[in-house]
Every structure is written in structure tokens, then in C-alpha cells.
């Protein structure tokens, strides 16, 4: 779709509900992600339509979202994969190639819950504490790489490779190929392509990781891919099509997530002095610190498709609709957390929806929260306070991730 073509409003679309808003091209979103969202939470209904992106609503506040979250048989997952699938059918029906869908997060419940099973286990508290020495480990080296430098790039020389690594090792994937796998996530990851061509890009990680998928099956290991293969799923013994869907999944849910919250949160550490000097003299508060930044900063864009008409901020949603869920609108909806903008260890409420809500809650954030309290861990304890390099600014991109791109920081 051209970026700015706009789609004619539906009849049952109020004109106090429409509120021009592109969620994956707003300027002012890519100049400062969380300003803008501030100033929509100001100006626009907490629920509206957009003519934007084949036009859809949009869920900003945290009730709302919240709701659209929880509500999975009116809010689809399943039948948003299913659109956007059908849609890429009628541009090339003759020699489509499998596109892998993204289990779980693609599948509504009761079928939900047989698939999400297996995650569930590999990614426990428990085996996400087993990675605990090693990424600090990987997190030290990264930092000895750039401590004498008195500089550095702050994603590609930590936030990237971190969870990269983290990933190829605990799938059971060759570490050896972590050249080719960074190329990959920025090709998949970054919006050049547009969403249209998501599809393609989920084939392309799945031939990227095929060899070694196999490779796993006749010969098991300790990892998440020989694990997989171990089991059945609803009474069935695993197949390729779904190893290749469950990895495809694993690795567009826990790379650019990572990555991000560390980008925002090192960003606001580096503006925020104080803040660095009382974490390094309490190390104790950083788990909290990791909550709180992700509520300040929340930056995923789940989306659904609407099954039945509903309800949602006092609008008539039809069947078919699109819905976009705005989560860094939540975690700054003062309706929820009080003087929002403030970074509060102490807040009374502490429940962000940073990791989404309801049966699609994200399965990997014990795994990602040992990631980012070990990096801040470790940064405040070896290197001096940090700041934004003034002659650099943070760059960053929209769409399903509010990402950071660039952020070059500094210290003495
Ligand atoms: C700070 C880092 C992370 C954030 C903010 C984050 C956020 C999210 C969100 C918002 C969802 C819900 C999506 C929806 O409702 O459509 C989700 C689901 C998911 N995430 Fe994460 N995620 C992070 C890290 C990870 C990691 C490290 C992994 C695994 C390696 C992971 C794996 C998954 C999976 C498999 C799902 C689907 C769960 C389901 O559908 O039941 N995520 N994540």
C-alpha cells in the first residue's frame, strides 16, 4: 500500500472516532517515539479509527488495551495471520511458498493453549536462570570490547549481539553463523520491506534455520530445537512444517524486543545521572528499574482482527475490522499510573503490559528479563556514567516494534 493512501471511512466508523494516525510512518514518532505518544494520549479518543494502513482502529489507553488483549475469541490473532496470508495469496497464486505461521502467537485459543505448551517449558524461570552466568559473561565481553574506546554505538555493540548469541545457543543453533544471523535480523527487522512483504521475510528465516533444524532431529542435544523435536503436539509427533514455525517465531519474538528495551532503557539512563548513581549504589532496585522502563517505554504493536461486533472505548467495532494495540500508549495512560512521564521505583501499581496480557503474555520474559538486568548490571558497574554523544542523536523506526536503530552514547 502507497504510504499515503488513505482508506475511505467505513459506515460504521463515527466521525468523532477517526484520528489520522500512521502508526508505522508518523514523523513525529520516529523523531521521539514516547513524546508523540504522550501528545496522542493529549489529543486523540483513547480508541479511534485511522485511514491509515488499509484503515484500522487503534486501542491507546490501558483499559482498552487491556480488554482487546484479554478478549481472544472477539479480538483474533488467528484470523489477522489468516488475512494477511490470503491477501498475499491473491498477489502471487501460483507459486506461493509455505509461509510459516507464527505459533502461538498466530492461534486463538483452545488450539492456543496445546501450542503454547511447549514454550512454556523451555523458557521457565528456571531455564532462563540456567543462562544467567553465561550472559553475563557474553555481556562482559561485549563490554571489554568497547570500554577503553570511551564510546560506542550502544545496539551494535551490545543490545544487538546479546540476545543474538543468547538465541543461536539456546536453540542449539551453530554460534559460528552469528555474522549471518545479525544480517538477518536487520533485513527482517527493519521496515524497508513493509509489512506486505512480512510474509516473504518469515520464509527466509525459516530456509535460513532449515539445515539446522533438521540437523537436530536424529540428533538430540541440550537445546530448545532437539527439546521440540522430542515432544508431540495434541497427540501428534512433531512435524517440520510446525519445528519450522515454533523457530520462525522464537526469532522474530526475542531479538528486536530485547534489543529495544535495552535501547530506551540505556537512552533514559544516559539522560538520567541521578538515576545511574543511585542504581549503581543499590544494585537491588535494578529488577524493579527493568519494569519501570518497560512501562515508560513500552514499544511492541500487537495487532488483531475483529471476529464478531463488538464494543471497544465506546465505539461499534464490525467483523473484519483491524485492530492495532498500542501498548506504549498504556504504559503512559494516566488514568492507570499517575504522573506517568516520572520514572518511580515506588509506584503502587507496577502491572504494565510491556509483555502483553492474557494467554498470548509473553512466554520468553523471564529469559528477557534476565537479559536486561544483567546488562544494566553490569554496565553500571563497569563503566562510568554514560551519556547521549550530543553530536549523534538516537535514530529510531515504527511499525510492530517502536525501534531503536542507533544510539551512541559516551563517558570518561
Ligand atoms: C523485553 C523483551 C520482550 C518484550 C517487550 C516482549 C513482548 C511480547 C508481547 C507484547 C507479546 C504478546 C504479543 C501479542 O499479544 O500478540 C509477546 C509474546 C511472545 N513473546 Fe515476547 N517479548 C520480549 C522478549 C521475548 C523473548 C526473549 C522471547 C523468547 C526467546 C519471546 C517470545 C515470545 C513468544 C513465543 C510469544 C508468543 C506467546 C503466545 O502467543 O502465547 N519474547 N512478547
Redesign the pocket.
Known sequence: MALNQLTEKPGHVPEKAVFDFDFRHDEGLIANPHRRVLELLDTAPKVFWTPRNGGAWVALGFEEVSEA?RQTEVFS?SMRQRKEIEALMKLMPDDMPRIPQLV??SVDPPV?TEM?KP?AKA?SPKSAMKQMDKIRELTDQLIDAVVDQKHCEFISAIAEPL?VTV?LDMMGLPVERLAEFRELVHEVLIPVHGPDNMPMMLRKVADTLKDDILARKDDRRDDILSALWGLEVDGKPMTMDLMEDYAV??FI??LD??IN?MGYAVRHLAENPDLQASLRADPSQIPDAVEEM?RRYSF?V?MRRVAEDTQLGGFGLKEGDQLVVF?AGAGLDERKFENPTEFDLSRDSKAHL???GG???????H??RIE?QTVYRQMLSRLPTWRLDPAKPPKYHAGNVIAVDELHIRWD
Open positions: 488483549l490473532s502461538p502467537v492456543h503454547r514454550l523458557f540476545p538465541f517465531l522464537l519474538a526475542g524486543t530485547v528495551a518497560l511492541v500487537p501498548l510491556a509483555f502483553g494467554v498470548h503474555r509473553c512466554v520468553g520474559m529469559l528477557a536486561l
